[in-house]
């Protein structure tokens, strides 16, 4: 076999394995929808009625609509393999258990009494599709009155508030998530190791509880590739890129 036949044979291999792939998922979508009762991720919107596993969110902008801030090879490679990863990996660690169809909040409450790839990259699915609504190319949007008067209150100011959830962000030694949290009444800034956020139970004991406004990635895989090991200008430039309507909606729905 010459090189050219080699290649168009390993084509149609490729392009029928990938029509049997197709197919097994299918058939396990209907087998699935059939047999269990019909559940709704919030953070699953792709397919909120027979969504039996977790899916990787669409962007709401392109990968390269954050530039110059954020850039478009870091937002690719940070959604479609990262992120991309958790989401199969919280499939393969659900698959078959009992808590295969229960929400990423519900898993979030009780993520201490479950195994430990479950905290990982139900935490990694969580935090990536929030932060990825956080983000948007539209200049110019503001907190909402009462999320300023809140932040005011707190931090004496946006300045003030950009300052402290630096140094939180700053602080974190290794890969982890920065936190802006409303807990009783109040915003709180805190930070998390690796892929835990606010919602676990195991946050919750050590004071990093609470409903998350807004948080930062600052694993080195979410800056390096731009900023290198310069971190504190990539959360600078996370300010730029900030949807603030976005924290807003997200004040609004903690303190209804
Ligand atoms: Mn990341």
Same mark, same amino acid.
């Given at each position: ?7 168009? *044979? ?13 197919? %097994? !998922? ?9 047999? %269990? ?9 792709? /397919? ?8 990787? &969110?669409?962007? &709401?902008?392109?990968?390269? $609509? ?85 932040? *005011?209150?707190?931090? !004496? ?37 690796? *892929?835990?956020? &606010?919602?676990?139970? %195991?946050? /919750? ?6 409903? &998350? ?14 900023? *290198? /090991? ?6 600078? $430039? ?19």
């Amino acid at each position: 076999m010459n090189r050219r036949t080699w290649i168009y *044979q390993s084509f149609r291999w490729l392009a029928g394995a990938a029509v049997v792939h197709q197919t %097994i !998922g299918l058939f396990k979508a209907q087998a699935n929808a059939s047999s %269990i009762s019909q559940h709704n991720h919030p953070l699953n919107s792709n /397919n909120p009625n027979t969504a039996m596993t977790f899916e990787l &969110p669409a962007l &709401p902008y392109a990968y390269a $609509a954050l530039e110059p801030h954020f850039d478009a090879m870091t937002m690719e490679i940070h959604h479609s393999k990262h992120h991309a990863a958790y989401v199969n990996n919280l499939n393969a660690a659900l698959s078959g258990t009992p808590h295969a169809d229960q929400t990423l909040e519900e898993l979030m409450a009780v993520v201490s009494t479950l195994p430990v790839a479950v905290r990982n990259n139900g935490g990694g699915h969580y935090n990536h599709s929030l932060f990825w609504k956080l983000l948007t190319p539209q200049t110019g949007t503001t907190p909402s009155e009462a999320l300023m008067a809140a932040i *005011q209150e707190k931090f !004496g100011g946006l300045d003030g508030l950009k300052e402290q959830f630096g140094k939180a962000a700053m602080a974190r030694f290794g890969s982890g998530w920065a936190w802006l949290c409303y807990r009783d009444g109040a915003l709180h800034l805190c930070s998390t190791a690796n *892929q835990d956020n &606010p919602l676990m139970d %195991i946050e /919750n004991e050590k004071g990093c509880g609470g409903f &998350p406004l807004l948080g930062l990635d600052v694993w080195e895989h979410s800056y390096y590739l731009k900023f *290198q /090991n310069r971190r504190a200008e990539y959360v600078t $430039a996370f300010w730029n890129v900030l949807n603030w309507d976005e924290v807003s909606a997200r004040f609004a729905q903690a303190t209804r």
